[in-house]
Nanobody, 125 residues
Framework: VQLQASGGGLVQAGGSLRLSCAAS????????MGWFRQAPGKERDFVAA????????SYGDSVKGRFTISKDNGNDAAYLQMTSLKSEDTAVYYC???????????????????WGQGTLVTVSS
C-alpha cells in the first residue's frame, strides 16, 4: 500500500485547507483511514480517523468542530477538511491506513501499518 498525501501549504490563521490522501491499493475499501500530525520538537498526535465504510469518524480534542475527515472508496482517497486554522495546527500531516477492528486502537499510531510521506501545513498568525 502506498499513500500519497497532498494539499498542504501556507495559510493565514482562520483560513481553510483540504488535505488529500491517494492510495494505491486494490482493496482500499477494506482500510480504516486516519491522519496524524507532528509539529517541530513535539510528539506525533492523533488528528482524525474514519472506518473502512467511511463512517464512525473520530477526532482529536484540539481539532473537534474544525476538521472533518472523509473517505471516498470509489476514488481510493481520503480527505481532511480543515477550517478555522490556528497557528498551533502548524505541523507535518501524515495519512495512515490500517485493516482490522476499528476500536479504541484507532487513536494509536501503532495501529496503522501504512504511512504516507507527510504534507506540511503552516498557519501564519
Amino acid at each position: 500500500v502506498q499513500l500519497q498525501a497532498s494539499g498542504g501549504g501556507l495559510v493565514q490563521a482562520g483560513g481553510s485547507l483540504r488535505l488529500s490522501c491517494a492510495a494505491s491499493v486494490r482493496t482500499f475499501g477494506a482500510f480504516n483511514m486516519g491522519w496524524f500530525r507532528q509539529a517541530p520538537g513535539k510528539e506525533r498526535d492523533f488528528v482524525a480517523a474514519i472506518s473502512w465504510r467511511g463512517s464512525d469518524p473520530s477526532y482529536g480534542d484540539s481539532v473537534k468542530g474544525r476538521f472533518t475527515i472523509s473517505k471516498d472508496n470509489g476514488n481510493d482517497a481520503a480527505y481532511l477538511q480543515m477550517t478555522s486554522l490556528k497557528s498551533e495546527d502548524t505541523a507535518v500531516y501524515y495519512c495512515v491506513a490500517a485493516r482490522g477492528p476499528f476500536g479504541t486502537n484507532r487513536y494509536s499510531p501503532d495501529y496503522y501499518e501504512h504511512w504516507g510521506q507527510g504534507t506540511l501545513v503552516t498557519v501564519s498568525s
